[in-house]
């Protein structure tokens, strides 16, 4: 049980998520910030999708390095 729960806390979709996903908010944020406003989503919201995206693809891959 707790092995799969640390299994699970160190996942790439929780990174992606957790980390990935706040970090492109705030690029976005000073890069463009009207991205957001065209498109009718908050920074936060955007950059939790891309980042819960990215994570999915890093876990069903195994890897965050996409050559192989």
Known sequence: MIKKLITWYFSPLLFGI???????AQVLL???PDVATALLVPNL?????IGFVLG???QT????IWVK
């Open 45 to 49: 919201v955007l950059g939790l999708g």
């Open 18 to 24: 957790a980390f990935v996903g706040p970090l492109i």
């Open 61 to 64: 891959r195994r890897s965050w």
């Open 30 to 32: 000073r890069v463009a």
């Open 56 to 58: 999915g693809i890093a």
